[in-house]
Nanobody, 124 residues
Framework: QVQLEESGGGLVQAGGSLRLSCAAS????????MAWFRQAPGKEREFVAARNWSGIMKYAESVKGRFTISRDNAKNAVYLQMNALKPEDTAVYYC??????????????????WGQGTQVTVST
């Protein structure tokens, strides 16, 4: 049974930082693409960042230069370092796993497994 569990969300002031973690269990995912998405109230789920096993990364334009995705294949974990946070970054952040693609994908339909999400709230 594949499971993804996020942690690290919380309340932070604008300009602050948070680091999200996602622990994957059930099998090794060292050769798969892992990603972060987010969903704000009343909005559709949107792509944030993704990284494949060899280090190829993709970011949404809105987070480029502020967010960094990293992974530890030995720990089956993926991280999202979020700096210079803005109120518009407020959302539930989800970790996702793509079992089939080699390159990072932005389309949420490409992802096979999802975590439960962790709330990130950025205050003014």
């Amino acid at each position: 049974q594949v499971q993804l569990e996020e942690s690290g969300g919380g309340l932070v002031q604008a300009g602050g930082s948070l680091r999200l973690s996602c622990a994957a269990s059930g099998r090794s995912f060292s050769r798969n693409v892992m990603a972060w998405f987010r969903q704000a109230p009343g909005k559709e789920r949107e792509f944030v960042a993704a990284r494949n096993w060899s280090g190829i990364m993709k970011y949404a334009e809105s987070v480029k230069g502020r967010f960094t995705i990293s992974r530890d294949n030995a720990k089956n974990a993926v991280y999202l370092q979020m700096n210079a946070l803005k109120p518009e970054d407020t959302a539930v952040y989800y970790c996702a796993l793509d079992l089939n693609d080699v390159l990072p994908q932005e389309d949420p339909d490409e992802y096979d497994y999802w975590g439960q999400g962790t709330q990130v709230t950025v205050s003014t």
